[in-house]
């Protein structure tokens, strides 16, 4: 009995505990504080993850984020935008425990995959602030300098692609997913400070949170000053063309407005998506005085293609086999951000890292998530303030989350053997903007569901449910009316996208908890994690 | 030869020491125990204190600017 015992402890020391309760179980919600959520201490994965996650990601992330500020206008750039601006300082210092709650839980090559995702969004991120740092104004004596005369503000609804024909004399920085959209995934308290200034100058609570928060940065003069012009879009919603409004106001620059029309599929409105995009282009040559560049648009747009097809070939991977080795919350994140931000070095780099990755789990067959009992797509736009439920839900319930509505929005590669062709894709990818093709674009782009949970092989759906969302909530009981129709298992998430006052954390856990138990009739794989208070968490 | 082995010892020493007291960092997360409770308080404090401009005050200047002339 006592070699026995011995044997277990030793097995659980090498490898970590077992995930599930029948097994002795790793109980994963015992580890932290209650209300913080703070560890009490670290997981321990067994030898070789743990170990791995010490060097490779915690410290590895805390050396190379260092690393990044010096090479990226260094260190005393850093420290005055740390100082002047709640967004950085709030938000960023915690980003390790953005990579633990995305990664809790995770083992072997899964672990590694997803945590190279991260590492490539934190990499960006900083080089977005450092620039806009470098170039702001305020930090800079109220000076213009060079890279101030050479950067364009945007909105992040406008796809970094469409400044290619000025990659390396001009760059491109939106104004909120720094700001606004990142800092929501890596500290939630933030955001709420921008939400409630909006709501305090008398605007009304009840539009998107998103388009009040973008506003609110603004209002308590919270953006730096690093460009001559900005771009904005309405992202197909009423709610936003207020913000781009108030934007407009309190940035007082030459502003150029790129319309998302409400219709689309349609060939004369793509027409005229790609006549403003050429006005677009000849208001940036006018601003800067620096000519377009087909050449430098071209080349671009075949790196952003490699990255495309890529993602093409992971897709092929995570829908026909369990080797896929990216949790759905990595998947998301980085499927959004290098889809949305455009072609950057980094983003190739963590692709071939994650290829080798891939190929290994292919070619060894090793299940990454094996304690998968239910291939789950998500739908619609997630909460950003939880985005690591399904790292939750498939420690807790097995619930596998293999793709998202975010990652499959940009669906396409662009041609470029003519300047005709490359336009008209380029309108058609513009068009497909976050959240507009599959969450406010129509009952088809919609329903697109049925066929992707088809091609994905996967037997639950998580719709999610953002509250303030005018144009979705229309099409809730549409939803219903099909998920009992098809005979599919759905769950709904409601959200107030980035506000996590609306629904809690524990509310989102209870609802699935809900859903499991009396529908399902299934049995938590770690009953640790069914209830717990994190409500003072990051 | 006996310097270079004292040095090398001492190095491996400095390392070992380093990468423990790095471990305990990491494992019993004093990082984010550090962050949420003194780093975190003290940076809101600041940003609450901060005065900010009244950007309500700021004039909407719709002609600041030449007409854009729209050609398509």
């Known amino acids: 009995m006592a070699k026995k015992t011995f044997s277990k402890i030793l097995k659980d020391f090498w490898y970590g505990k077992p995930h599930t ?67 950085i300082g709030q938000t960023y210092l915690p980003v390790l425990h953005w990579f633990d709650r995305g990664l809790e839980g995770m083992r072997g090559e ?3 995959a997803s945590a190279w995702h ?38 992040e609804t406008v796809w970094g692609g469409v400044f290619y024909p000025w990659d390396g004399e001009i760059t491109n920085v939106p104004l909120e997913m720094i700001p606004y959209f990142v800092t929501c995934h890596v500290n939630s308290h933030t955001v709420l400070n921008y939400i409630d200034a909006v709501q305090s100058i008398g605007l009304p609570g009840d539009p ?65 998506v790609k006549r403003e995009i050429e006005e677009l282009w000849k208001f940036i040559e006018q601003q800067y005085g620096i000519p377009f560049s087909w050449e430098k648009l071209t080349k671009k747009l075949e790196l952003q293609n490699e990255l495309q097809r890529f993602e093409w070939e992971k ?24 889809s949305q931000y455009g072609d950057w070095e ?101 329903f697109e569901l049925w066929d992707y949970m088809k091609r994905f092989n996967c037997d639950m759906v998580a719709m999610y449910d953002q509250l303030q969302c005018k144009g979705v909530q229309g099409l809730h009981g549409l939803f219903e009316d099909e998920f009992r129709k098809r005979d599919i298992k759905a769950f709904w998430i409601p959200h107030a996208l980035p506000d996590s006052r609306t629904v809690s954390r524990a509310e989102i856990r209870r609802l699935i908890n809900d859903y499991m138990s009396t529908v399902m009739h299934e049995e938590p794989l770690d009953p640790s994690l069914l209830d717990f208070d994190d409500s003072m968490t990051w | 030869m006996n310097t270079i082995f004292k040095f090398i010892r001492k190095l491996f020493r400095i390392a070992l020491i380093a990468n423990v ?52």
Request: net charge neutral.
């Open chain 1, 118 to 155: 991260y590492r490539a969004m934190v990499s960006t991120t900083i080089r977005q602030f450092q620039h806009m740092f470098a170039a702001d104004t305020r930090l800079n004596g109220g000076r213009q300098n060079d890279l101030y005369r050479h950067t364009i503000a945007h909105n």
């Open chain 1, 208 to 272: 998107c949170p998103m388009c009040q928060a973008e506003a609110g940065i603004f209002v308590l003069d919270d953006v730096p000053d690093y460009a001559p012009a900005v771009i904005t879009c309405n992202e197909a919603c009423d709610a936003s063309v207020s913000t781009s409004t108030l934007q407009d106001w309190f940035f007082d620059k030459p502003l150029f407005s790129l319309p998302m029309p409400m219709l689309f599929d349609d060939p004369l409105v793509k027409d005229y």
């Open chain 1, 346 to 446: 980094i983003w190739h780099v963590t692709d071939r890292k994650v290829r080798k990755i891939l190929e290994k789990c292919v070619s060894k067959k090793i299940k990454t998530f094996p304690q998968t009992r239910h291939r789950v797509i998500a739908w619609s736009c997630a909460p950003l303030y939880y985005s690591n439920w399904c790292t939750w839900a498939y420690n807790c319930w097995g619930l596998n989350v293999v793709i998202n509505m975010d990652s499959l929005m940009f669906d396409m590669e662009i041609r470029t053997d003519s300047y005709e062709h490359t336009l008209e894709d380029m309108a058609q990818y513009h068009m497909w903007a976050p959240m507009r093709r599959m969450a406010v674009g129509g009952m088809h782009h919609m």
């Open chain 2, 21 to 72: 007291a790095l471990f305990v960092v990491f494992f019993f997360d004093l990082d984010g125990k550090l962050l949420f409770n003194v780093v975190e308080p003290f940076l809101k404090k600041h940003y609450d204190s901060m005065e900010r401009k009244d950007t309500l005050k700021a004039p909407y200047d719709m002609d600041k600017y030449p007409k854009y002339d729209f050609n398509s």
């Open chain 1, 21 to 87: 309760a029948e097994e002795g179980g790793r109980r994963l919600g015992e580890l932290h504080e209650d209300k913080t959520h703070l560890y009490k201490h670290r997981e321990w994965r067994g030898v070789p993850d743990t170990m791995y996650y010490f060097y490779n990601i915690w410290l590895y992330n805390y050396i190379f984020m260092v690393k990044d500020i010096m090479v990226m206008h260094g260190p005393i750039t850093f420290a005055k935008g740390l100082w002047r601006y709640r967004w």
């Open chain 1, 110 to 112: 899964a672990m590694k």
């Open chain 1, 315 to 338: 897709w092929e991977v995570d829908a026909k086999t369990p080797y896929y080795p990216i949790n759905g919350v990595a998947q998301a994140l980085y499927r959004i951000y290098q």
